[in-house]
């Protein structure tokens, strides 16, 4: 018999730390880790065809729509060991998507980690977050500076915000994630655990680390 490998899950508001508990997850188990949002920003620096069109969407702060993100789901999902998603699914529409995808992959969804984080602490990471134009490193001005004033420390180039962190925006991925992505909650609750998402990186992750 095939040995079926395992996909865990990350939920969250954006801010909530979802990207990085990911990659550090993904890290501890050797997994693969795929990232709805970097696979984006991707075709949009590079002004594909895919990117033109999703552009205008994340500009405001909306959701992609959920047949071309089922597409680029299924590109990714090269089964390795095993997969930890960061942003995807965020619809219920999506979930069942991905769930079709998954019964033909050997691939089973293993955990659902629903980070939760107040929504003032939301607004305080996001508008403080900045990005590395080149190497997409995350760092924030208030919980992990660069060494030297606003350059990212691998590239040395000066860090940028993201369009879709300027409060306005913000705001409006706030509400989409209430109105869209909290029913996941109720779709994955025999696979959810609720992880404090507040406090430092390293304390999150030891709380998720446990249920790997
Ligand atoms: P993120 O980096 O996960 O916060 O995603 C940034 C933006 O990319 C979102 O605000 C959406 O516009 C878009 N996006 C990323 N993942 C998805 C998804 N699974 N479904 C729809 N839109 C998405």
């Known amino acids: 018999m095939v040995e079926e490998g395992k996909v865990f899950i990350l939920i969250g508001p954006p801010g909530s730390g979802k990207g990085t508990q990911a990659k550090k997850v ?33 500009e405001k702060g909306a959701l992609v729509p959920d047949d071309l993100m089922l597409k680029i789901i299924k590109k990714n999902l090269k089964k390795k060991k095993g997969i930890v998603l960061d942003g995807f699914p965020r619809t219920i529409n999506q979930a069942k998507g991905l769930d079709e995808i998954l019964k033909n992959k050997s691939l089973k969804i ?7 984080v107040k929504e003032e ?19 924030n001005l208030i919980t992990k500076k660069p060494k030297n004033d606003e350059v990212c420390d691998i590239c040395n180039l ?3 915000q993201r369009d879709d962190d300027k409060e306005e925006v913000i705001r409006k991925r706030l509400e989409v994630y209430n109105e869209e992505t909290k029913e996941l909650l109720n779709y994955y609750k025999d696979k959810i655990l609720e992880i404090n998402g507040e406090g430092n990186p390293e304390e999150v992750f030891e709380k998720i680390r446990k249920y790997l």
Not at 110 to 116: G, H, N, P, Q
């Open 26 to 58: 993904s890290e501890f188990l050797n997994y693969s880790f795929i990232s709805t949002g970097d696979v984006l920003r991707e075709e949009v620096k590079k002004k594909t065809k895919l990117g033109n069109i999703v552009k205008k969407y994340m």
């Open 158 to 160: 000066k860090l940028i």
């Open 121 to 139: 602490e939301i607004i305080k990471r996001l508008s403080s977050r900045r990005i590395c134009p080149k190497c997409q490193s995350v760092y």
């Open 110 to 116: 293993d955990k659902v980690f629903y980070l939760k």
